[in-house]
Every structure is written in C-alpha cells, then in structure tokens.
C-alpha cells in the first residue's frame, strides 16, 4: 500500500490528539530525564516528534504515484487518486462511463475503489463548476509550523489541553501540583517515612510546610534527585487520609487534616443553600442586574474581567457569622486557586494594621474562611461594606473595612419572641464600618439567634411561606411598609440560606406581592387571603 501524508500541517496541529505512540515518547521523556515534568517540560519534544512524522511522511508521498482528485480533471482506468475531502483516503479508479444529467452538457461519472474499505464509490470527473476545484487556502504560513516554536506559538494551549486530558487518563503516571511521573519509577516511602513527616507537621501546629521542609527532617535515600524525593512523598502523603495538601497552583504545601478548622473540612450550616431549581426567566432585567451586584456564590452567573483589581461588597448575614466571604464570580480571581487541592492555605493581610493570618479557600462549596476575628475586631455588620484586593506578595489578599468611624445606628435587627420565631425590629447598635442599608442586619444575642435557628422549624419552613414571613416583618419597619427586594434577600439568608435568584422568584410568582417601582414591593393581604 502507498503512503500518504494524512494531514497537512495546519490540519495536524488543528485537529491534535495524543497517540499511544505519542505517550511512549512522553514515558521515554521521563524515564531519561528521571524527574517529574509539566505539560510544558513535555510540549517541545511532543511537537519535534509530530514535526517528524509529518516530514517522514511528505517524503513518502513526494515517492507515492497517484493524482489529488478534482472535479474538473479527466481520469482513466487504472489512476490512483488521493481524496482530501475525505481524509486523504486513497482510491484507484475501476471504472469510466458519461454522466447523465439534463443541467449538465457534459461530464464523466468515474467508479474508485477505495482502498481504506475495498468500497467502490462514484465522483464527477470533467466538472468544471464544483466547489472542490476551488479548495481553500491556508492562511498559515507552512514555514511557521515546520519549528517547535511556531506550533508553540500558534497551538501551544490546544496541545497543552490535548496532552493534560490525554495524562490524567493514564492510570500508571500521576499528576503532583502540575508536575507528571511514572508511579512505578517513584521512590519508597515506607510508613517510618509517614510517621516521622506527621510528626514534623504536628510540631508545626498542623502547617502549612513545603515538601521541601519535610524531606529534610525524614531518613530518605541520598542518591535520588531532591524533586524526585519530594515527588515521591507529595504522592505517598496524598495517598494517606491523614495529609491535606493546601497548596496553591504550583506549589506544594502540607497540612495534617485533624487540625484544620472544622469549616474548612465540612461546610458550616449556616452556608448550606435549601434552594430548590428556580426558572431564571421569571425575573426581570432590573433583578437579574442586582443579582449580578450581590456577589452571591450560589448565583450561577460568569465574570469575565479576570484582570479586576478590588473589589467591593456588602456582606451577607451568613458569611458574617462564620467569618466567611463567597467566592463569588468577581471575588474568584483575587484569591489562589490551585490544580486539585480542594482547600487552600493563604495569607490574608489587614490592610488597616498590615498584620497577616491565615486564611483558607474552600473551592467546592465557594466560600473564604478565616475572618471571624476581623470581624469581631472592626466591628464589622452583616451587611458591612468590604474591600478585596491583591496582595503585594504572591498567595496574599488584602482585606480593608470601608469608614471606620464608630457609631450608633438605628438598623434591622434580629429579634427573637418566646416561641423562638425569627423576626425583625429597629434597635440603635454599635458598628464600626461603613455598611449597605439594604444589606445591614444587627444580632444582640448571637446564642440566643443560633438556639432559634438549630430548634426552630423556620430553617425547614416551604420558601414561599419564609419569603412571605420575612417579607411582612420588614414592611412594618418603613412607614411606606414598602421592602426592597435586596432587603428581602438579606433578610430571608438570616434563616435560610438561599441564592437571589430563588427569593427574587417570589416576588414574580406570587400574587400577595405588589411592585411599586425601583425594585421596592408591599404586601397585598387581600390576595394573601386568597392564596
């Protein structure tokens, strides 16, 4: 059988996938240089080696007998014919007889074998007007993609996604902080080693401590090359229940997970959503804007400004009262993110004091963790306006209150009657910061709130009936008895934790809500008795 070239190189690199010839060239790769590798340690000699097959194969079509098939040629019994347009499969022609067709004064009708199927298939031949006489043409130059650094710059982040899906589906070669290895060429690590590194993190107060730290404190072998020491315990620490591995992207740092905080290893009640599927078509431009402006992790909305420098946001009653922020959209690209660590160890820096403590990102269920202090100290509201921003350092966010002038403000403020149902009322309180009046919620009694919450039935109560019940405790707070749908929101998440999206619905479906305009409501009791 004739060779010929499958693919030109734009279609090559356009249409990349990775071979299990290919893999072999990667586990070669890593079997020469004996060190773990990233995707793009491993890009250059992957592309050099598509860059040969595909000349190997130019050549060999250069030596190859046949004719590209177009339409507007003659060809005769006997001809080998290439077929781009389907695969650059290869047929020999086995057959000539006239086309008949009315619209067409004359043409030929030519049977080729193909040789992929053994398959005869028909095409026109002397076709003057067809569109595969007129093939497109390139607009890449062919001399940019005959170097590594041109396939680099052009496809450089397709191969890069084509190699790392093509990785994580080999079962014998395992991915540490972004760097691949074969398990079986791994050092030993026995449970000695395991002992002695919880030992170490122990006296660190659980950690965070860099792999780099541990290897030298643990009895390992002295000839293996230091990052394939590490490697091999980052992987015999992952593997054992014991170890978290906190790290941002890029770097590998360990925590002993019986001493990290209980919020950051199971969510706190207070953030768990009871919302159920909510039809977003219900809700209007002007709600589906304030939605937008919440910063609401349970929100399924996009940001695509990942350059945003500072942000700034009013913060919910739950995540006040665990001492949380949500990772909102907005807020995501200000914090670490990491390749699979599900928790993250970070420093978060007082903008006002410029003193660092720790922080953690907890990436699966969207929130921030570490901020109940700051809180306390700045006297901060549910509903107090914070700032975010970047850290001069790398792994650092910047935390700032917004006018910490103290005072004493008449705001909504949780009450509690004898039966322990949850309501509202106006109280003068102390806060310390700037806050959102649509937003701010007071709390006298924290443990008297807390033993509403957990024996209450309200947490349980059909959204309807708690949107309904907030609704009408905040309305006799204003004159106009008028409640805005920001400060339904606010005041629902006391009780309930539930996204905008779910309250805003409401305020649509149900008839007993009367919009009065700017995206304030009041409540209709006639239609309420009727429901």
């Known amino acids: 059988m004739i060779s010929v070239p499958k693919f030109s190189s734009e279609t090559y690199w356009t249409e990349f996938d990775v071979t299990d010839d290919d893999l072999d060239v990667i586990y070669n790769l890593l079997l020469d240089r004996e060190v773990p590798l990233t995707t793009v340690d491993m890009m250059p000699v992957l592309i050099e080696h598509g860059l040969v097959r595909l000349e190997q194969e130019a050549q060999q079509a250069a030596e190859a007998d046949y004719s590209i098939y177009l339409p507007i040629n ?31 004064i004359s043409f030929d009708v030519i049977q080729v074998k193909i040789e992929e199927d053994e398959q005869v298939r028909e095409f026109a031949a002397r076709l003057e007007d067809h569109i595969l006489n007129h093939p497109p043409v390139s607009e890449v130059d062919d001399g940019e993609l005959n170097t590594i ?22 079962e014998d070669i395992i991915r540490i902080a972004g760097r691949w290895f074969p398990k079986a060429l791994l050092a030993d690590i026995n449970k000695g080693h395991i002992n002695l ?29 230091p990052l394939l020491m590490e490697f091999s315990l980052d992987y015999a620490l992952q593997e054992d229940e014991s170890f978290d591995e906190v790290g941002p992207a890029g770097e590998v740092l360990w925590f002993l997970k019986r001493l990290e905080p209980p919020e950051v ?16 078509s219900l809700l209007t431009d002007d709600l589906l804007a304030l939605e937008q402006r919440l910063d609401d992790e349970l929100s399924p909305l996009t940001h695509e400004d990942e350059g945003v420098e500072e942000v700034t946001l009013s913060l919910l009653f739950p995540h006040w009262r665990v001492g949380a922020l949500p990772l909102s959209p907005r807020l995501i690209p200000l914090f670490p993110t990491a390749y699979e660590a599900p928790r993250i160890r ?34 901060v509201p549910a509903g107090g306006l914070i700032k975010v921003r970047r850290g001069e350092k790398s792994g650092q966010v910047v935390i700032e209150t917004t006018d910490r002038r103290r005072r004493n403000d008449w705001i909504r403020t949780v009450a509690i009657d004898e039966e322990g149902v949850v309501g509202f009322t106006m109280l003068k309180q102390s806060i310390g910061t700037a806050y959102d009046d649509l937003m701010v919620v007071g709390l006298v009694d924290p443990i008297a709130l807390d033993e509403a919450w957990l024996r209450g039935k309200q ?28 400060s339904l929101y606010s005041g629902v998440n006391v009780i309930q934790r539930l996204p905008p999206a779910t309250v805003f619905a409401e305020l649509i479906i149900q008839p007993y809500f009367a919009h009065v305009g700017d995206l304030y409501w009041r409540f209709d009791s006639a239609a309420w008795s009727q429901a």
């Open 265 to 280: 290893l199971y969510t706190p009640p207070r953030l768990e959503s009871a919302s159920t599927h909510v039809n977003r």
């Open 197 to 225: 590194a919880e030992a170490v993190l122990d006296v660190a107060g659980g950690g965070p401590l860099p792999t780099k730290d541990l290897v030298e404190q643990i009895e390992l072998a002295s000839d293996l090359d």
């Open 149 to 170: 650094d041109g396939v680099l710059g052009r496809y450089g982040p397709l191969i890069e996604e084509r190699l790392e899906a093509r990785l994580n589906r080999a």
């Open 346 to 379: 970070f420093n978060l820096v007082d903008g006002h004091s410029g003193d660092e403590f720790p922080g953690w990102v907890v990436r699966e269920a969207g929130y921030v963790l570490g901020l109940d202090e700051w809180y306390q100290q700045y006297k």
């Open 459 to 486: 947490r349980k109560m059909p959204v309807d009936r708690l949107v309904a019940h907030v609704f009408r405790e905040l309305a006799k707070l204003t004159p106009q008895s008028a409640v805005h749908a920001q």
């Open 74 to 104: 003659e060809y005769e019994v006997d001809q080998m014919l290439l077929f781009p347009a389907l695969g650059n499969v290869l047929g020999t022609v086995v057959g000539v007889r006239p086309g008949d067709n009315p619209e067409i």
